[in-house]
């Protein structure tokens, strides 16, 4: 997971203040990839899920981390191992607000 952090952490300070630059297409299998590590260790709800990539990546992975949510539960390891049942519905993640998420205590 580490390396992979890594390699998402470049493309994210590679990107950041650049204007009209577009989304590095690595970055969403990157994200994906990650998000299914964290799936895996039991964090299922996206509010976890939301706390623990901004901690862990920072503030610059808040625009993707519906679509690496939403990538990791179409994952095939996810898929078959159960945890898809387990995360949360897709209707309250496409409707949830990542920023009240994060000023919501645990």
Do not use: C
Request: proline share 5%; aromatic share 8%; net charge neutral.
């Amino acid at each position: 997971m580490s390396k992979l952090r890594s390699e998402i952490l470049d493309i994210l300070k590679g990107k950041t203040g650049q204007l009209n630059s577009g989304v590095d297409p690595r970055l969403l299998t990157l994200m994906a990839k990650y998000a299914v590590g964290i799936i895996d260790r039991g964090i299922y709800s996206f509010n976890d899920f939301v706390k623990h990539l901004v901690n862990e990546l920072g503030q610059d992975v808040i625009p993707y981390l519906k679509s690496a949510y939403e990538g990791a539960r179409q994952w095939p390891d996810i898929i078959n191992n159960g945890l898809k049942n387990k995360m949360t519905p897709f209707d309250q993640v496409d409707n949830a607000d990542v920023y009240k998420i994060l000023n919501t205590p645990t």
